[in-house]
């Protein structure tokens, strides 16, 4: 048994959340101490709790294995039976430096202490560079797995070395773990990207660049399907649609404030005959130069201008993820200007009402709505002022307010120039991400001097709002791929059906059908291999195709065919055109169905 333990700590009497960071940076000690006995030559990094659990980074002499994961983790075990204490003391920079003489990475932390009050953690003979915060001893550490490696850059930045980081979740209980476990196997079954490969949606090819999305055929008919839909709803609204170019000069971003905020998640700037150019992370400062280039009066405000604009950001590489995360992006955007604060409040709420409508129509119900302001001390992030971030703040909590709509607030998540209505998505893989944004900006009107001739004759200044609906149609159609885990409703569906002949003698029948089909505008496909039936309707269940309609000898005779839904439910012999009705009503209505 362990000896007395310094700084007892009674850990039934911390709240969860403190207590499980304390078992989590606990177990990230003896993930490294364990290190150390696996490769002695090892450089350690840091090692934090984090939501699930916790990890730490290593520069090592070779690539980890899964055979080492298993290995340390029966090595932790071991530490974790010994109950050794956990024991914080104060040493002097001049010790710390001797002791981590070997460690460049512990030596470049050692730098970032201003001040003299260095601390230090010690168990069994490991010991790390350490601010505290852990538990009495390795015995309370609880159920735990090593789950992952993935590549980490030390700070950070791809201007230091890189890393491999071991990733562990660690819960109170095995019923948690197993559970997060459960929660995590489900991730995998649902995610984008193997859903997307293995449909044919999308690809992201080396030789073209990571994030940069390629969309194949049958994805880009899902993207094509939620463009025209999206467009034909703004239009409505009145919206008038353009198209800018992705190309601008630097100059337009510095006027923005674009290129101070954003410069380095922007692509390298371009020169040519003495000019700068770059690709635009933003669709604002083009459409504001639509507004500048005309006078306008008050009888035309609001002027709603929308575009599927394409964004370029510098992502970085660790940060790319499918669809979800890209380079290459094209946002449903729009820019409203309005004459004064009520037609602002009136535009914002018609913007929640249709994404509520949006939504509602995807079958989309996982998500709220957030808040997010600006932080009055940060002159340096957000535009300093005060009065402007009041009225902004204000105006977006009472149009939320008044529609009755949950929201929650966030300091520190605002854009630059103004406060935000984000609209939070939890995805399959558990994370909590912004799907789509309303901005209120009085800012940029200001920066690039915007005016319209008021009723009195005077010139007025008009308040812009930013705003998406469908988000970027590279992360909608990720998200949607995760909801309906490939399942797409028949209007979103890139094969609607698939016509199956029994025999190759159906075929010219199963054709004759297919042309009924395609006259109403559905996608349709013959499958005229001379497969057996039954591997025909697999592989189409396989495509996650809606319908089936197979034909034979009694389908042919009486202008009918036997319809199967995509789940396996046979509905049995029906006429063609009492399918081909069907199949154009779930269609033209957008019902979730099959």
Known sequence: ???????????ATLAKEERLARMRHSAAHV????????????????????DTGFYYDFRLPRPLTQDDLAWLEDRMRQSITRQHAFQMAAITRAEAEARWQHQPFKLDLLHDIADDHITQCTHAAFTDLCRGGHVNHTGEIPAFKLMSIAGAYWRGSEKHPMLQRVYGALFESQAELDAYEQQLEEARRRDHRRIGRDLKLFDVIDAVGPGHVIWLPAGATIRRELQRWIEDLEIERGYQHVTTPVVAKRALYVRSGHWDHYREAMYPVMEREGEEYVLRPMNCPSHIMIYEGSQHSYRELPIRIAELGNMHRWEKSGQVTGMSRVRIMTLNDAHIFCADIAQVEQEVAGVLQLMEEVYGVLGLKNYTYRLSLGDPNDHEKYVD????????????RRVMQGMGLEFHEAAGEAAFYGPKIDVQFNTAQGKDETLVTVQVDFHLPAQFQLEYVAEDGSRARPIMVHRGVISTLERMVALLIEEYEGNFPLWLSPTQAMVIPIADRHVPYAQEVAAQLKAQRLRVEVDSRSDRMN????????RKIPYMLVVGD????????ALRVRGGKDLGAMPVLEIVEKLRGERDTRALVP
């Open 1 to 11: 048994m362990p000896g007395p333990f310094e700084d007892h700590v009674d850990l």
């Open 31 to 50: 993930l490294a101490e364990a290190m150390l006995d696996l490769m002695p030559e090892a450089a350690l990094g840091i090692g934090p709790p984090i």
């Open 385 to 396: 002022n005060p009065s402007m971030w009041e009225a902004g703040e204000a105006l977006l």
């Open 535 to 542: 591997a025909k309707i697999r592989d189409a269940q396989l």
């Open 554 to 561: 009694r389908e042919a005779a009486a202008q009918a065919a």
